[in-house]
């Protein structure tokens, strides 16, 4: 079945450290995009990337970091520079020929310890 | 910041209807969709539009005025299961940048 795969599940990280947060997906969609979901809030716009070898940064893009080699992966690491990481984060992906339908991975809750 | 408007929070009987609007900025404006997320899963897509008008698709509805840069979901006969938060989202231009609302909290009662 088609389908985007985030993982891990949960993710627990030290202060000061990198982390990597991984999302494949094999719909063949070219569009593909990270969101931050904190408690009762809404979807932010981390990165968002049309094509492969290209990517643009959303609204929230500082401590963030992003690549897109493979069409079907689009990891985000989340840096030291990001001075409040503890949230959900969210992969989507869209058919850019249509863009009517965002699928969404069942994310990813990375907390800072 | 985000650009879109919901209301944050709406309560509704079983077996009613309710309604949820979302106004969006016109830049760049080429179509609105949304979305249902309960809590701790993740967003599903419900409906779209493109173009003024209502899209039906079963119990659920979505309406948009371009002129009035204004949408809304219309969820009728109302289920439990319903109770969930509801995002709409706003496609720009051909950048493909895909902007949510802050999300309206709906909560059925019996």
């Known amino acids: 079945d088609g389908g985007i795969t985030q993982s891990p599940k949960y993710l627990f990280r030290k202060e000061g450290q990198n982390v990597t947060l991984s999302c494949e997906q094999n719909?063949?969609?070219?569009?593909m995009y990270w969101y931050r979901q904190d408690p009762g809030q809404g979807l932010r716009l981390i990165y968002y990337?049309?094509?492969?070898?290209?990517?643009q940064k959303g609204d929230i893009a500082e401590g963030y970091s992003v690549s897109r080699e493979k069409k079907e992966s689009f990891p985000l690491t989340v840096t030291s520079a990001q001075k409040n990481p503890t949230a959900f984060y969210l992969c989507?992906?869209?058919?850019?020929?249509?863009?009517?339908?965002?699928?969404f991975g069942q994310g990813t809750r990375l907390t800072v310890v | 910041g985000q650009s879109l408007e919901q209301p944050s929070e709406v309560t509704a009987v079983e077996g009613a209807i309710v309604q949820i609007n979302c106004t969006y900025q016109?830049?760049?404006?080429?179509?609105l969709s949304w979305y249902q997320q309960h809590d701790g899963g993740a967003p599903t897509f419900l409906s779209y539009?493109?173009?003024?008008g209502l899209e039906e698709t079963g119990r659920f509805s979505s309406f948009l005025s371009r002129s009035d840069s204004y949408g809304y979901l219309l969820l009728q006969e109302l289920q439990m299961k319903d109770s969930a938060s509801y995002f709409c989202?706003?496609?720009?231009?051909?950048?493909?940048?895909?902007?949510f609302g802050s999300g309206t909290r709906l909560l059925v009662r019996p």
């Open positions: 990337s049309q094509i492969v070898n290209d990517f």
């Open positions: 539009n493109a173009l003024d």
């Open positions: 989507a992906s869209t058919d850019s020929a249509m863009m009517t339908e965002a699928f």
């Open positions: 719909l063949n969609h070219d569009a």
């Open positions: 016109t830049s760049g404006f080429y179509g």
């Open positions: 989202a706003e496609v720009r231009d051909s950048s493909y940048k895909l902007i």
